[in-house]
């Protein structure tokens, strides 16, 4: 009877561990499409102020309210961010898998 239920425990506990490793692989790719998607918000915001800067559209109200919006929507992607991983800094994880960071 302890044979059965020892092997009964060690195969949940295989499970367990195969779905904790399937939902943390899960987890990572859509942290990594994350910084992604934040990095190409911030080249976004980059172009607008660019344009915004020209001197041929210099003070226009609706490029400077489309780089505001820009500047907040990078703002809470990052937020986002740090609330899905807030350990980033403190265990390392920010970067790519070679060690280096974005």
Not at 14 to 42: A, K, M, N, P, T
Request: aromatic share 14%; hydrophobic share 40%; charged share 30%.
């Amino acid at each position: 009877m302890i044979e059965l239920l020892f092997g009964f425990s060690v195969a949940v506990n295989l499970l367990l561990g195969w779905y904790i490793i399937q939902l943390l692989r899960r987890f990572l790719g859509f942290q990594q499409e994350l910084d992604d998607f934040v990095s190409r918000l911030e080249e976004y915001e980059g172009h607008v102020d660019v344009l915004y800067n020209l001197e041929t559209f210099y003070g226009d109200e609706t490029l400077g309210n489309l780089l505001k919006h820009s500047k907040t929507i990078v703002e809470d992607c990052k937020h986002f961010r740090t609330f899905m991983l807030p350990e980033d800094e403190e265990f390392g994880f920010e970067g790519d898998e070679d060690g280096e960071e974005a």
